[in-house]
C-alpha cells in the first residue's frame, strides 16, 4: 500500500491547481461505452446481403427446377431414344442418304411397329373382355349353384342383379365415372403432348448429332473434347447395343411362345407372342415371368391343362435363353451381372418411374463401360480363396487319415490280437 500512496501524492503534488485529477470509469463501464461507440464492421453487411442473394438464388432453381422436372424427364428420354437410333442413321447417312431423311424413315418404322403392337394387344384385350362380359351370366350361374349345393341357400340371379343395380356402391361409382371422365380426357392429352415432345427432342438429337457434338465440343480445350467424344461413342455403342440385342431376343422369344401357342390353339397367339417377347426381354430376371401371367390366363379358359404346359415351356425356354441365347447375343453390347440389371431398374423406377426403369439398363452400361477405361486392373493371384475354395492344409486329406486310422484298429476275431495287445500293455 505504501508506493501507492506515495504515487497518489506525487501526483497532486504535480496538478497546478492543487485539484485532485479525476480518476478514470471502472474497466467493465469503459467496455460498454468503447462498445456503444464502435462501428459495425464493413465486411458485415456485404456478407449478409450476399448470404441473401445465395438463399434466394436456391429457392428460385429450387422452384424452377420443380417446374422443369417434367420437361427434363422428356429431355432425357429423348436422348436417349436418340442414342438408340444413332447407328441406324449413321449408317443410312454413311451411304449418302441425308441425315434428317434418315431420321424421318427411322421413326417411322418405329411408329409402325408401335401402332402394330398396340392394335393387337388392344384387340386381344377387348376380344377378352367381351368374352368375358358376355359368359358373366353362366359364371354368376354356376358360383350361385356351388353355393346353394354347399350351403343349402335360395339364391337366384334375378335377386343378386336387382340389389347390384340398386345398390349405392354401383350408384356412387357410375357418378365418380362420370366426374372423372374430364381427368381422364386430360391425361390423356397431357401424354400426347409429352409424346410429341419426347418425339420431337429425339428427332433434333439424331438429326442434328454432328453439329450438337460440334458445339459441345467448341468450349471445351482439346483433352476433354476428346473425353467427352468418348463418353458419347460409348453411349451410342451401348445403348444402340442393348435395344437392338433385345429386340433380336425378343423377336426369338416371340416366335417360340407363338408355336407353342398355335399348337394349342390359345386365341390371340400373335398378340400374346409380341407381348411375352418385349417383356420379357425389356424388364430383366422376373419380366419372362410376368409376361408368362397373361397366356397363362388365356391359355387357363381353355383348358386348365394348357396353362400348365405355358408355365413348363417359359421355365425351359428361361434357362435356355439364359446359358444360350443372352451369353451370345450380349457379350459384346451389355455386359451386366443379372444382379445388377434387376437393381438398376429398381432403382430407375424409384427415382423416374417407368421411364428410368426404361432406361437404367442402357445408363448403368455406359457408365460400367466409361469407368471401365479408366480404371486400372491389376492381375489376380491364384489363390484358393479367389476361386471360391478353402485354403486347405498340406498334409493327407481326411479320407486318407480315416483309413489309416481303421487300418491300425485291432479286430476282436484275428489270432494274436490278444498277445499283441497284452504285449503291448506289458
Known amino acids: 500500500m505504501a508506493p501507492t500512496d506515495e504515487t497518489g501524492q506525487a501526483a497532486r503534488q504535480a496538478s497546478p491547481t492543487g485539484a485532485t485529477p479525476p480518476t478514470g470509469p471502472p474497466d467493465d463501464e469503459a467496455g460498454g461505452t468503447a462498445g456503444a461507440g464502435a462501428r459495425m464492421p464493413r465486411w458485415l453487411p456485404r456478407a449478409m446481403v450476399l448470404a441473401l ?20 424427364i422428356n429431355v432425357l428420354i429423348a436422348f436417349f431414344l436418340a442414342l438408340a437410333i444413332e447407328p441406324a442413321v449413321s449408317w443410312m447417312a454413311g451411304h449418302g442418304m441425308r441425315r434428317g431423311l434418315a431420321t424421318f424413315l427411322v421413326f417411322i418404322a418405329v411408329l409402325i411397329a408401335a401402332a402394330g ?69 386430360a391425361q390423356v392429352l397431357g401424354g400426347l403432348f409429352q409424346m410429341l415432345t419426347v418425339l420431337l427432342f429425339s428427332f433434333y438429337f439424331a438429326a442434328d448429332g454432328p453439329r450438337l457434338r460440334r458445339g459441345l465440343c467448341s468450349v471445351l480445350p482439346p483433352a476433354r473434347q476428346a473425353e467427352v467424344l468418348r463418353a458419347w461413342e460409348i453411349a451410342v455403342d451401348k445403348t444402340g447395343g442393348y435395344l437392338y440385342s433385345r429386340g433380336l431376343m425378343a423377336l426369338i422369344s416371340g416366335i417360340a411362345h407363338y408355336i407353342l401357342l398355335e399348337i394349342l390353339e390359345v386365341p390371340y397367339a400373335p398378340a400374346l407372342a409380341v407381348w411375352v417377347g418385349l417383356v420379357s426381354q425389356f424388364i430383366p430376371t422376373i419380366g419372362t415371368y410376368l409376361a408368362g401371367a397373361l397366356p397363362m390366363l388365356i391359355a387357363f379358359t381353355v383348358n386348365p391343362w394348357y396353362a400348365l ?40 423406377a424409384a427415382l423416374l418411374g417407368a421411364v428410368g426403369a426404361l432406361i437404367a439398363i442402357p445408363a448403368i452400361a455406359t457408365l460400367q463401360a466409361f469407368l471401365g477405361a479408366y480404371v486400372k486392373r491389376y ?35 484275428r489270432p494274436g490280437t490278444e498277445g499283441a495287445s497284452g504285449g503291448g500293455s506289458a
Open 53 to 72: 442473394s445465395l438463399i434466394a438464388v436456391f429457392q428460385l432453381g429450387s422452384w424452377a427446377f420443380h417446374q422443369l422436372t417434367g420437361l427434363l
Open 117 to 185: 403392337f398396340v392394335t393387337l394387344l388392344g384387340s386381344m384385350l377387348a376380344g377378352q373382355i367381351v368374352k368375358m362380359v358376355e359368359d358373366f351370366p353362366d359364371y354368376l350361374d354356376s358360383v350361385i349353384n356351388w353355393v346353394n349345393g354347399h350351403f343349402h341357400t335360395e339364391l337366384r340371379r334375378v335377386d343378386i342383379q336387382e340389389g347390384l343395380l340398386r345398390s349405392d356402391w354401383l350408384r356412387n361409382y357410375v357418378q365418380d365415372s362420370a366426374t372423372g371422365v374430364l381427368d381422364v380426357s
Open 309 to 348: 404346359w405355358v408355365l413348363i415351356f417359359v421355365v425351359v425356354y428361361q434357362q435356355f435363353e439364359n446359358y444360350v441365347l443372352q451369353p451370345k447375343l450380349t457379350s459384346k453390347t451389355v455386359d451386366i451381372h443379372p444382379a445388377v440389371a434387376f437393381g438398376s431398374v429398381v432403382a430407375g
Open 379 to 413: 492381375d489376380v493371384t491364384d489363390d484358393p480363396r479367389v476361386h471360391g475354395r478353402r485354403n486347405r492344409r498340406s498334409g493327407p486329406g481326411a479320407p486318407t487319415r480315416l483309413r489309416k486310422l481303421w487300418a491300425r484298429r485291432p479286430e476282436p476275431g
